[in-house]
């Protein structure tokens, strides 16, 4: 929202000595966000004066035309100056930039010779002074507003100070010269005028303006017009309402369209004209049919949704109300009669319709942000007053006004609740003073507040919307900053300790954290051959998802994890380890909707607990994706590609790190390859899967070939008690090898914890480095081989006791599995 102090200063009582420093202060005082500040007499330099034409001489054989003019500019003799355009003419009052003045974009202006003359100088167009876009033709100023020889400056804005302010979604009622300046007087402390309170109201005779017929109140709840007639339609827009346009971003177009956006601007009301002599019928405010179209005034030709909100006549849609007017019935250069139009409309359906439509405009974005519905009828008297002064029409004496507003709802709030959410003192009298002084009706019950907002004021429906607005006008800075001292605590707790010890140990492995967004749509678990029937396809929808592809809140971390690793293969790199540890939402069935809660207080105990039964069961995993090399080839050697023992290596990494043993067997489940997948088990539990992807899920989710993957239940582990340092022993070990010949299908992990059940308390490791197949073993054998590492607390081991104990471990082994020692 840009606006100039000149306009500001009419509404509300600044000081006289104002500068744009001291009304940024006031404006940041009282919450509202300064973009930019510009002080426009800083703009144009040197001399800039008001100048009369005595003479045209029409320069001839020229490419284009170009005049040489005589201009009186309060000086002995005239200035001789060369202008192209043709919008003025001998006698006119324009404005002239002399030798030595500086235009904006450091266009210094000088005497020199062209086109056969000397020019002395330039007259300025709008667009040239910086004060508007256009560049048509040059200002030609009204008679008897000044004597040639004067400055010019407060005669087109540049004695001004422009601001441009951010004006955030609850504050809405900003959007107007209304709103500022109202604003404005809260941080000064002085008087407000408002200009709905200074329009002279349309008296009516009792009669319709133009038949209007509401079919959707909810949609339009007020909906004013009033006519005027017999309108020049060569009548020209004032040159300072052209200016305060220009400096608010509006471009000048007609005299009715132009009043309509300086009501806009001044009061905060969209308006629309119509040409009365294009209407058919009357109008009628409904929803728009399937199938409909209509032109809208920037020429698209748009397909109407049946949500949109549209005005129609006897020929069908002429409006999308609230957003743009159609081209049938738009105000022409022809058009004598016009009807004004000043109406509120539902904000939701406005927004929705700009979004769908992808079609902003000045009025949506005042619309979308709340209107006020009491000052139609005050806008549509205030614009037919300026149409009739400057364009000669006669106001109508009918008025139509289909009023259905809902009045606000009032808001209870205690008298100590802005004192209680800021931590200063603010007496009863202040409350309600600052509640009074922001338009609100306030009723006192001992400390309770009833509290009924203004018609401008949507955004006050919450007690602590109200204790807000204490806050703000009594000042921001009154509030002290004292950050919170820290309750005392026992730390992280051991879940906690848990997540980060498993993500450094991840990180120290080569993995790199990646987090992911937790949405997950159901192409994603087709695409990773999740049955119809698994639970990972029981997903919680979002009522309002940030994709329609990604509905649900995700099950099992792989689908975001494998999207990243997908995402960064396609930016080039090629060797990829990825982990995440972040919860997945698991519901049992439909979940009920929460109560709704108010905020002038905490949540009971009883509330928290009947909110937590709601939530769906959120546990914590675990995930690794591994793509290329695991490790990588150089001068020293070949890589090596990744396969699934990796994916099982990075859980044993994550049980390593959690303090858990785990078990790993073979199993078949989506979305892995069911020869190279293995279950992940602590004791007898199932808390995750991990191995090779099956080829068709790396070909749907376009990964490379033989991509391994690794997802576990973090919180599926036991959390381990009290752990004991193990007593280290300074003696020497003893390493024995051994190569055991099992069936084929033996796990290799089940074989070792056999060796290690037999070699008992003197054995301190026991490690696979080795598997064989050949035919020498026959057919369905292979052979595994263990380094056994021994060592004992308090001797060195003889050779005796060492061979003893590896007997023993192989006893065991051959007892459970039949295994034979290797070229025994």
């Known amino acids: 929202m840009r606006v100039s102090l000149s306009w500001l200063r009419e509404h509300v009582d600044t000081p006289a000595d104002l500068d744009g420093d001291g009304l940024e202060k006031a404006l ?41 003019c005589l201009v009186d500019v309060g000086n002995d003799q005239p200035q001789g100056i060369i202008c192209g355009a043709r919008n003025f003419a001998e006698g006119d009052l324009v404005v002239v930039a002399l030798p030595g003045a500086v235009l904006p974009g450091d266009f210094t202006i000088s005497a020199r010779k062209t086109y056969g003359h ?164 009357p109008l009628v405010v409904r929803r728009a049919q399937a199938g409909e179209k209509l032109t809208t ?37 022809d058009t004598v009669d016009v009807l004004l139009e000043a109406a509120h409309w539902d904000p939701r359906s406005v927004a929705r319709t700009i979004r769908r439509h992808k079609l902003p405009s000045e009025a949506g974005k005042r619309y979308e942000r709340g209107v006020d519905p009491q000052i139609t009828a005050a806008a549509c008297a205030r614009a037919a007053a300026l149409l009739a002064e400057h364009g000669g029409g006669t106001i109508s004496a009918g008025v139509t006004d289909v009023y259905a507003v809902v009045p606000p709802e009032p808001v209870t ?22 509640l009074a002084m922001i338009g609100t009706q306030v009723v006192a019950d001992g400390d309770r507040l009833t509290v009924t907002p203004p018609s401008w004021r949507h955004d006050l429906n919450d007690p602590a919307d109200l204790a807000e607005e204490v806050l703000r006008l009594d000042g921001y800075d009154r509030i002290p900053s004292v950050l919170p001292i820290a309750p005392p605590g026992r730390g992280l707790t051991a879940t906690q300790r848990r997540r980060r010890t498993v993500g450094r140990a991840l990180a120290d492995a080569g993995y790199v954290e990646t987090l992911c967004w937790p949405f997950v749509g159901t192409p994603a678990l087709s695409a990773m051959r999740v ?25 099992t971390l792989l689908p975001p994890l494998l999207a990243a690793l997908r995402r960064n293969l396609g930016r080039g790199l090629r060797d990829l380890a990825l982990f995440e540890i972040g919860p997945v939402f698991l519901p049992d069935g439909p979940l009920p909707v929460a109560p709704a809660h108010g905020v002038d207080g905490p949540p009971s105990a009883e509330e928290f607990a009947a909110v937590e039964a709601l939530l769906p069961h959120q546990p914590w995993h675990v995930a690794t994706v591994i793509a290329g090399e695991a490790d990588p080839a150089g001068w020293w050697g070949g890589g090596r590609p990744a396969d699934w023992a990796d994916a099982v290596e990075s859980a044993r990494t994550v049980a390593a790190a959690a303090g858990v043993e785990l078990t790993v067997r073979s ?75 099992v069936d084929a299908d033996t796990p290799a992990g089940e074989v070792e914890a056999a060796l ?42 003889t050779g005796e006791e060492a061979l003893a104990a590896r007997d023993a471990a192989v006893a065991v082994a051959s007892d459970r599995f039949g295994a034979v020692l290797r070229g025994a």
């Open 28 to 68: 940041v005082k009282v919450g509202l966000e300064v973009e930019e500040l510009v002080d426009a007499g800083a703009t144009v330099t040197g001399p800039l004066v008001v100048g009369r034409v005595e003479s045209i001489e029409e320069l001839t054989g020229l490419k284009k035309p170009i005049r040489y």
């Open 118 to 281: 000397v020019s002395n100088g330039m007259i300025c167009s709008g667009q040239e002074l910086g004060v508007s876009d256009d560049h048509a033709g040059i200002i030609v100023l009204p008679e008897g507003t000044a004597k040639p020889g004067d400055e010019a400056r407060p005669l087109v804005g540049l004695d001004d100070v422009v601001v441009e302010i951010n004006i955030t979604p609850d504050r809405g009622y900003c959007f107007s010269v209304r709103g500022i300046a109202r604003e404005l007087s809260h941080s000064f402390g002085s008087a407000f005028r408002d200009p709905v309170a200074a329009v002279v109201p349309l008296a009516g005779d009792g009669s319709d303006a133009y038949p209007i017929e509401v079919l959707d109140s909810v949609a339009c709840d007020r909906f004013t017009a009033v006519a005027v007639r017999g309108v020049d339609p060569a009548a020209a827009t004032p040159q300072w309402m052209k200016q305060r346009l220009a400096t608010a971003g509006i471009r000048a177009i007609s005299l009715p369209v132009d009043i309509t956006n300086y009501v806009m601007i001044e009061m905060g009301q969209p308006m629309h004209a119509w040409d009365l002599g294009r209407l058919t019928g």
């Open 297 to 333: 005034l920037d020429g698209v030709n748009r397909v109407l949704d049946p949500e949109d909100i549209v005005i129609a006549d006897g020929t069908g849609v002429v409006s999308l109300a609230a957003v743009m007017g159609g081209t049938t019935t738009e105000v022409a250069a």
């Open 413 to 434: 709030m205690s008298v100590q609740r802005p004192s209680q959410l800021a931590g200063v003192d603010y007496t009863p009298e202040r409350v309600l003073e600052i």
């Open 531 to 555: 049955p119809d029937d698994d639970p990972r396809r029981e997903m919680l929808l979002l009522r309002n998802p940030l994709s329609d592809e990604e509905p649900g809140l995700r099950t």
């Open 667 to 741: 199993a078949a489940e989506a979305p892995w390859h069911p020869g190279r997948c293995a279950a992940l088990l602590v004791g007898d539990t199932v808390v995750g899967h991990a191995g090779e992807l099956h080829p068709a899920v790396c070909a749907d989710l376009d990964l490379p070939r033989r991509t391994v993957a690794m997802e576990l239940d973090l919180d599926a582990l036991p959390i381990p008690g009290v752990s004991i340092a193990p007593r280290l022993s300074n003696f020497p070990t003893a390493l024995i090898d051994v190569a055991l010949v």
């Open 756 to 797: 290690a059940e037999g070699a008992g308390s003197l054995l301190e490791s026991v490690r696979l480095f080795d598997v064989y197949c050949g035919e020498q073993l026959g057919e369905g054998r292979k052979s595994l081989a263990y380094k056994l590492t021994f060592r004992a607390p308090d001797r060195t081991l």
